[in-house]
T-cell receptor, first 113, second 110 residues
Framework: SQQGEEDPQALSIQEGENATMNCSYK?????LQWYRQNSGRGLVHLIL?????REKHSGRLRVTLDTSKKSSSLLITASRAADTASYFC?????????????FGKGITLSVRP | SQTIHQWPATLVQPVGSPLSLECTVE??????LYWYRQAAGRGLQLLFY??????ISSEVPQNLSASRPQDRQFILSSKKLLLSDSGFYLC?????????FGSGTRLTVV
């Protein structure tokens, strides 16, 4: 069963704008991860945020986690056409040696040049 | 450095035929290994995971099976494919900091 639910399902923005994607989940987690998938390709790990963290940055990416609301957001600043892809959040209930990721359905981001 | 290899990239198989997809990992020992399936326009569904040689856990009942004959080798199999087995199959291994995915196999059962 899918744990994470992203919204919006599709997002279209102009190059240079910021893109904000949200993810909600239902059960407690050890960590939450965001992945990117270009069409027909494998997934690429973007960022991991642990349950005891509230915010994390990596380059143009900013991820927040609110465990009280069971939600996370991924912000891509100053978007580029090359950011066009599908983005997935995934939750890991246990982490470590018992790690299993449960994925949402994904958000399709289109960045118009 | 750690790498993951998955093949073939695409596969077209008739209904009722067998299946064998292979995944190998380099540069790490005793990884957790995973098989996921992605239906068109959907998220990923965990099919099997393995914490060690010969140790396989199945997440959903299905027409597929998995085996781990060596530490860095994970195989997805079927004796008789169904139309519903079509999809994009991804192998992955986990380490601290996230999962590394293979490039995927697009399976079309006709």
């Amino acid at each position: 069963s899918q744990q994470g639910e992203e919204d919006p399902q599709a997002l279209s923005i102009q190059e240079g704008e910021n893109a904000t994607m949200n993810c909600s989940y239902k059960t407690s987690i050890n960590n939450l991860q965001w992945y990117r998938q270009n069409s027909g390709r494998g997934l690429v790990h973007l960022i991991l945020i642990r349950s005891n963290e509230r915010e994390k940055h990596s380059g143009r990416l900013r991820v927040t986690l609110d465990t009280s609301k069971k939600s996370s957001s991924l912000l891509i600043t100053a978007s580029r056409a090359a950011d066009t892809a599908s983005y997935f959040c995934a939750t890991d209930a246990l982490g470590g040696a018992n790690s299993k990721l449960t994925f949402g359905k994904g958000i399709t981001l289109s960045v118009r040049p | 450095s750690q790498t993951i290899h998955q093949w073939p990239a695409t596969l077209v198989q008739p209904v009722g035929s067998p299946l064998s997809l292979e995944c190998t990992v380099e540069g790490t020992s005793n990884p957790n290994l995973y098989w996921y399936r992605q239906a068109a326009g959907r998220g990923l569904q965990l099919l099997f995971y393995s914490v060690g040689i010969g140790q396989i856990s199945s997440e959903v009942p299905q027409n597929l099976s998995a085996s781990r004959p060596q530490d860095r080798q994970f195989i997805l199999s079927s004796k008789k494919l169904l139309l519903s087995d079509s999809g994009f199959y991804l192998c992955a291994w986990s380490a601290e900091g996230g999962y590394t995915f293979g490039s995927g196999t697009r399976l079309t059962v006709v």
